[in-house]
Each structure stands twice: as C-alpha cells, then as structure tokens.
C-alpha cells in the first residue's frame, strides 16, 4: 500500500504489518526519485609504494624441436665460382688425383642435355668438346661469334716423282700429280699415309658455366 505519512498515529501500539506497509511506500517513493548529475571527481591519492621484485623463477625444460619448414629458393652462386662468367668454359682436370668433384655450377663439355631448372641452359644440348660417344676432341679457337667448327685430326699428302734420263745421267725432281712427264722420262705416282696434324698436347676436361 502506499505511504501514509499520518501512520502510526501518536500513542498507538506498534503493529508489524502497519510499519512494513509504511517502509514499503517510502522505498516505493524513494526509488521513484531521479538520478542527479554525477558529482565530480574527487582528488587522486598519493601512489602506493612499489613492491619488491620477486626472485626469478628456474627455467622450466626445453621444449621439443618444431617441424622443418620448407626450402626457400635457390639463391646466386656464391663466389667459389671465381669470376668465370654463366656461360664460359674452362679446362679441367678431372683425372688429376685429388682433384675435388665438380661444382654444382659447371657441367662437362659432352653432348649432354642439361637438365638443371637453376640454369638459364635447361633443356639445353651442350657443346660436345671432349670426344664423348665418339665425337671429336676439339681444341678453342677464338672468333666473333660462337659455335663454329672446322678442321680435321690427319691429313694426307700426295704427289708423283719424274725421272728423265739425259747423258746415261739419272735426275730425280719431286712434282705435283697433275706433272706430264716429258719425252724420254716417266713418272712414278706416291701417296703417303694419313698422318696427325697435331701440335704436341696435353688433355683436359672442357666444363662450362651453366649458372
């Protein structure tokens, strides 16, 4: 029930329930009232005293090793390739005892297809310079350009003496084969055999750059 502010009236018993009623309405009467704007900030207390710092715990077990990520790509050659250029060719000696294996950049001079996804020359067939399969040993011969090839490992000489008989006097001359004997002589055809061509040599192992 509402409040009613003449209750209890002056001199009356106390009755539980008629003071109950009355504390109800005026909490009723209370809570109706509005809020008021909220008062301002009071001052800030001084800081607390900073605490002690505590010991240092012990370190706990190493955990185990994560998983291997993946392989990233392939950088630039590094320099144990010296200053030889992507493409250039070297001589090698590949039979010399304690020669090292070959580096990844190089590729012997044999005919071989490369097949090196690093390499500019993937797919490439490279140049045969070492006689593999039955090719032929070369030797470098500069030029304006690359890739030409010329010249032969023997080479055949041919040609026929002339013989004429003057005074009971035998003369022997060397000519060409196309010579015409003249009256009273008559000419004896040679042909020596196939002969090497070469210089003195020393063999190595053509490689060239391929990255």
Same mark, same amino acid.
């Given at each position: 029930?509402?409040?009613?502010?003449?209750?209890?009236?002056?001199?009356?018993?106390?009755?539980?329930?008629?003071?109950?009623?009355?504390?109800?309405?005026?909490?009723?009467?209370?809570?109706?009232?509005?809020?008021?704007?909220? =008062?301002?900030?009071?001052? %800030? #207390?001084? *800081? +607390? /005293? &900073?605490? !002690? $710092?505590? @010991?240092? =715990?012990?370190?706990?077990? %190493? #955990?185990? *090793? +994560? /998983? &291997?990520? !993946? $392989?990233? @790509?392939? =950088?630039?050659?590094?320099?144990?390739?010296? *200053?030889?250029?992507?493409?250039?060719?070297? @001589?090698?000696?590949?039979?010399?005892?304690?020669?090292? *294996?070959?580096?990844?950049?190089?590729?012997?001079?044999?005919?071989?297809?490369?097949?090196?996804?690093?390499?500019?020359?993937?797919?490439?067939?490279?140049?045969?310079?070492?006689?593999?399969?039955?090719?032929?040993?070369?030797?470098?011969?500069?030029?304006?350009?690359?890739?030409?090839?010329?010249?032969?490992?023997?080479?055949?000489?041919?040609?026929?003496?002339?013989?004429?008989?003057?005074?009971?006097?035998?003369?022997?001359?060397?000519?060409?084969?196309?010579?015409?004997?003249?009256?009273?002589?008559?000419?004896?055809?040679?042909?020596?055999?196939?002969?090497?061509?070469?210089?003195?040599?020393?063999?190595?192992?053509?490689?060239?750059?391929?990255?």
């Amino acid at each position: 029930m509402p409040f009613d502010p003449t209750l209890p009236v002056t001199n009356a018993p106390i009755v539980s329930a008629e003071l109950r009623n009355q504390f109800n309405g005026l909490k009723t009467l209370i809570d109706a009232i509005p809020a008021g704007p909220p =008062g301002p900030a009071g001052p %800030q #207390g001084p *800081a +607390g /005293a &900073t605490g !002690a $710092t505590g @010991a240092t =715990g012990a370190t706990g077990a %190493q #955990g185990p *090793a +994560g /998983a &291997t990520g !993946a $392989t990233g @790509a392939q =950088g630039p050659a590094g320099p144990s390739v010296g *200053a030889v250029p992507v493409g250039g060719i070297v @001589a090698w000696l590949k039979s010399f005892p304690n020669t090292p *294996a070959l580096p990844t950049e190089f590729a012997e001079c044999n005919g071989q297809v490369l097949s090196d996804a690093g390499s500019p020359f993937n797919g490439a067939t490279l140049p045969n310079l070492n006689g593999a399969s039955g090719g032929t040993k070369r030797f470098l011969r500069g030029a304006s350009t690359s890739g030409g090839t010329g010249g032969n490992e023997t080479h055949t000489h041919s040609g026929a003496t002339e013989q004429t008989q003057l005074d009971d006097q035998i003369s022997v001359s060397t000519t060409t084969a196309d010579t015409v004997a003249t009256a009273g002589g008559h000419v004896h055809p040679f042909t020596t055999g196939a002969t090497s061509s070469l210089p003195s040599y020393y063999e190595t192992v053509w490689v060239m750059r391929v990255k």
